[in-house]
């Protein structure tokens, strides 16, 4: 029997994918192409979105233009991990979206996936609605292989969106929604103290960081 070279690995890594950019740039559309494409070619898929993301679809990943793919739904890393790896060797492709509404835990979750050769498609905001970075997507689209930034359309002038601006006086980190609490603005009309009076960016509310 031929003996494995020196320095080969066993198992040759996968990779991860990050898709990322502000609300109604097209994340989920595009995680949602990447996964169907996944399964077309006749790979095993396994698809996860975070509970707190009811707005258009329960057991799916759904995006603003009412594409669906069905995922399960987890409240915390530590349930999707206690879903996917007992599965894990039948999963070729794991797809996550709303990442941002998950904690560390995801990043050496990756990292233990793609070691294991699995393909990992991860969608997520990049910031928050005071423009900042929203953890772990910095870490995430540090490690990846592939980093999908997109953009919108600016719901004020129509140039080129980058920011996600949030509508109303709520000054909680996580408030999930959609058009009337959110809006995609350029750099010129991005207004994070318009309705957060000039606030520093926040730590997450002790209710929404226990079920991340």
Known sequence: MATMAA??????????????????????????????RAQIAKRRVACFKPDLDVRYHRTAIASHSAQTLDALTVANMEELKSVLMPMVDAVEVVGIDEAQ??????????????????????????????????????????????????????????APAVHTQRLGSSQSLVLVGAAGVYEARCRACFRPWADEHGSEQMELPVAAADRC
């Open 7 to 36: 320095g080969q690995c066993a198992i040759h890594p996968g990779r991860i994918e990050v898709i990322t950019g502000p609300m109604f740039s097209g994340k989920s559309e595009e995680l949602i192409r990447r996964l169907k």
């Open 101 to 158: 509404f998950f904690d560390a835990t995801l990043i050496s979750l990756s990292n233990e996936l793609v070691q294991l050769g699995k393909r990992i498609i991860i969608a997520g905001l990049d910031t928050t609605f005071t423009g900042e970075p929203f953890a772990p997507m910095p870490e995430l689209l540090a490690i990846a292989d592939e980093v999908v930034k997109l953009s919108a359309v600016c719901m004020q002038c129509g």
